[in-house]
Structures are given as structure tokens and as C-alpha cells.
């Protein structure tokens, strides 16, 4: 294990730390859901069926029931996929890191990452207000449109994605923008109950 | 070659976090500004009188369509002839000094005597920013108290990335040509900007416009009204004849 700049360290360990070797594992038998690794799509998806078997999503995640835990999947009303990101300027959900003014000032609302083409094809403006609507809820947002982010060729679809952080919501600042909570679905994967909230479907328009 | 201190900012190296542009405010009690999401990462918009210290983003479609990401670490580029001080002496005595240990450019109290168009007019990097209500000016001060006690400015003490350097000019010299040579066998158009002329020097991956308009010397008259002009050429001239009799 080296150094950045290419010298020994040997201070440092592989990065599996919950494992004696610090790599990682292809056997990994105790999960719920092992003890081979597979590819689910997300409980909220843009596909009908999974490529690679005929199992869509993970038969052991949790998911709930009440009326609030609708899973939409392949539904023309969210066809957008969605992930939440963190930016560095603000921890968590913000609720420390949002009353520091200089770092209010760098990152200071809600916004929405979209690709030019999904822009285009909605008509939104770069910096301009949208809404963020899924199975759960809706939120305003300022539209960051951007490079970064462009259109996937899925399954012989286009299929765009659109992302927001999740450091922002309740009372400061006062146009900051709700919690991305409002979207996610709930759901949780089958070891931990970690909730799926990098990857459900939702739709996006002007405000 | 001058003596003093310089810096060397390396955007190759920077992954825009903003610790420089808030340890600045930090060091110099600054407060912060009111500002909205506009569309872009960068906030506040622009340098003012309350941020001297700016990283400005800037996306482009770089090579085989894969997008580019420019981080642009703004700020006072402590000119070796500084067009601002050129502009104010004359107007106001010590308005603006040169630190004779570091070559710091600094503005002081008695800049307040005078408007600040002739500053803001001359500035080929667009730095110097007006107080709305007062007019007074403010910029970076390459954080000289910290300097003249054996601390590094405080954006380049917090740079995480070793982007922000600052030492003795030769060194910077020296250390800059050869990050040069390094990013250029991963940047084939990289660029170093500011050895000749300035104190702060900046490594680009890419031709400076890439970056920010600014980001090199945008020549002065394009932005400067006739008066300053003439008022500059006239120094200018005042100066030759005056180092003619001198000869004489």
C-alpha cells in the first residue's frame, strides 16, 4: 500500500476493514440475501424485467405496507430516475451545518442536477425553479442543468436521471427547499434496513 | 527577478471543496453574503466587498464528449506593477502600498479619500470590489499579518490538496515549471500564467478562457473609461521625459 504521491505507507490497511484480510469477499455466507452477490434492480425502477435473471428486484429487501409504501416501477407518470448525493459544504441532513453562515453562503438551497437533453425536452431553464414529483411526494427545487449528467440507453430506452442532495428542509434557511426525505421510498435492504435512496423513479416539470 | 513571496495555484490539483474561499473569510472576519442557487455551484457569484477569495466553476465539453470541470481559485494576483497602485498615486498618497518584505499589494485607510472607479477600472483581473453603501475598496491581502509571523496565508494553509502553495517567488518559480511539466503529459495544452509579471501563478489544464474571463490579464482599456487611460499614459509619458532629464 503506497502513499498519493507513490511512496510505501506502511501505515495504512486494505479498505474491507469489517474483514480480517481487508479485501473483499465473493462467498459471503450470513446474509440474508447471499452467499453469492446478484444484481436486483432498485424496488422503484425504469425496467420491467432484470436482464441478467428473471428475478426484478431483491425477494428478501424490506419493504412496508401501509398506504404510503407504493413502489411505482416502469409507471409513464415517473419515468425519471432519481439518486440523492451529499455536497461537501454541508453534513447530513444539514441541520448543524446549515445555521453556519459561510457555509449557507457556498451551498444555500435545494437543487436539482439534470442533463441538457431532459432540459431541453421540458423546457427548463438553467437556475430556474421545478418541481420534483414521485410516488411519495413533490418539492421544489432549482434546476442546476449541467454536463455532468446525461441520458442512459437502457434496455433500448432512453432513460434520464436526475439528482438532488438531501441536506436541506424545515425551518432555516427560509428558502432553502424541503428534505429530499419527501421523495424516497421506504424500503431497506434485507441485512441492515438500509433505506433505497439512491435509486427510485420520479418526474420533473417546471414549477 | 523580483524578490518576495508568490503563489502558485495549481487547478489540476483542486477539487473545488471551497476551504480556501472560507478560511479567508475566516482569517479576515468576513461575513457572509446572501446568496441563492443561481444554476451553478459557485457562490457567492463574484468576489466583493466581503469575499476576496472566489473558486469560480466552469463546464465544458472536453475531449471525446466527456465533460470538463474547471475549478478556478480566484483572487488579487499581487501585480509586480500593480495598475491599481499606478492609478492611485498621485490621487492620494500611500493609498496603496507594496509590502517591501513580501510585495503584498495593499489597499489602506486613505484609498477612502478618493472614488473607487480608478480602481475598479483599472484592474485587469477584475478584483478589487466597492463597499455598496461607502465605496470603500476591498481585496485579498495575501493575508500579510499571518506572513510577516511566519504563517502561511490562511487559504493556503487549509488546501487540503497541495493546489494552493506559497513561498519565496523563485521557488514558486521553480515549483510551478515543474508541475508544468508534469500535467503536461496529462494536459497536453497545459499552461502556467503569471511568471513574468505577477505573484500569483496558475497551473491550467486548459487555455485560461477556459477557466474565467479573467483568469488571465484582460487588457486594461477594454474595461477602463477614457479618463484612467489618458490619466495612465500620461504617467507613463511624465516618466520617460522625466528619466530623459535625468539622463540629460
Known amino acids: 500500500m503506497r502513499h498519493p504521491d507513490g511512496t510505501p505507507n506502511p501505515e495504512t490497511r486494505y479498505p474491507f476493514i469489517m474483514n480480517p484480510e481487508g479485501h473483499a469477499r465473493i462467498f459471503g455466507p450470513g446474509r440474508a440475501d447471499g452467499p453469492f452477490p446478484e444484481h436486483y434492480e432498485a424496488i422503484e425502477c425504469p425496467v420491467g424485467g432484470n436482464p441478467f435473471s428473471a428475478q426484478l428486484t431483491n425477494p428478501v429487501a424490506v419493504t412496508y405496507d401501509t398506504q404510503m409504501d407504493i413502489y411505482k416501477t416502469s409507471d409513464p407518470r415517473y419515468p425519471i430516475v432519481c439518486t440523492t448525493f451529499r455536497v461537501c459544504e454541508q453534513w447530513q441532513t444539514g441541520v448543524m451545518t446549515r445555521w453556519q453562515p459561510w457555509l449557507l453562503e457556498t451551498e444555500p438551497q435545494l437543487f436539482v442536477e439534470m442533463s441538457k437533453e431532459l432540459a431541453g425536452m421540458k423546457g427548463i431553464k438553467n437556475g430556474e425553479k421545478v418541481m420534483v414529483e414521485s410516488a411519495h411526494g413533490k418539492l421544489e427545487a432549482v434546476a442546476v442543468v449541467t454536463l455532468r449528467l ?15 442532495p438531501w441536506h436541506y428542509g424545515w425551518v432555516h434557511p427560509k428558502d432553502g427547499g424541503d428534505s429530499v426525505n419527501i421523495l424516497t421510498p421506504s424500503s431497506g435492504d434485507p441485512n441492515t434496513r438500509i433505506p433505497e435512496t439512491k435509486a427510485f423513479m420520479v418526474n420533473v416539470k417546471k414549477a | 527577478m523580483s524578490s518576495g513571496k508568490a503563489f502558485l495555484i495549481d487547478t489540476t490539483l483542486c477539487t ?8 479567508c473569510k475566516q482569517w ?18 463574484d468576489l466583493s466587498y466581503d469575499t476576496y477569495k472566489l473558486v469560480r466553476f466552469q463546464e465544458h465539453n472536453g475531449p471525446e464528449n466527456k465533460p470538463v470541470w474547471y475549478f478556478f481559485s480566484d483572487q488579487c494576483r499581487h501585480c509586480l506593477e500593480p495598475s491599481c497602485k499606478e492609478a492611485v498615486d498621485g490621487e492620494v498618497s500611500d493609498g496603496i502600498l507594496i509590502d517591501h518584505q513580501t510585495g503584498a499589494v495593499l489597499f489602506t485607510d486613505k484609498l477612502e479619500a478618493m472614488g473607487p472607479d480608478d480602481v475598479l477600472n483599472v484592474c485587469p483581473f477584475d478584483i478589487p ?12 491581502t495575501m493575508c500579510v499579518d499571518r506572513v510577516h509571523n511566519g504563517l502561511l496565508p490562511a487559504c493556503v494553509k487549509t488546501c487540503p490538496t497541495g ?25 497536453p495544452g497545459a499552461t502556467l500564467t503569471g511568471l513574468e509579471d505577477l505573484r500569483v501563478f496558475y497551473l491550467l489544464a486548459d487555455v485560461p478562457k477556459m477557466y474565467y474571463t479573467y483568469a488571465e490579464a484582460d487588457l486594461p482599456p477594454a474595461r477602463m473609461d477614457r479618463k484612467t487611460a489618458l490619466k495612465i499614459i500620461g504617467k507613463s509619458i511624465r516618466e520617460f521625459t522625466g528619466n530623459l532629464d535625468s539622463f540629460g
Open chain 2, 28 to 45: 479576515n472576519q468576513l461575513p457572509a453574503t446572501k446568496t441563492i442557487n443561481w444554476g451553478s455551484m459557485q457562490n457567492p457569484k
Open chain 1, 150 to 164: 446525461s441520458p442512459f440507453k437502457i434496455c433500448g430506452h432512453i432513460i434520464h436521471q436526475v439528482g438532488l
Open chain 2, 16 to 23: 473545488a471543496c471551497r476551504g480556501c474561499q472560507i478560511a
Open chain 2, 163 to 187: 493546489a494552493m502553495n506559497f513561498g519565496d517567488l523563485d521557488k514558486m518559480v521553480k515549483m510551478g515549471n515543474g508541475r508544468l511539466a508534469e500535467a503536461k503529459t496529462r494536459f
Open chain 2, 129 to 140: 470590489k466597492a463597499q455598496e453603501k461607502t465605496g470603500f475598496l476591498a481585496k485579498c
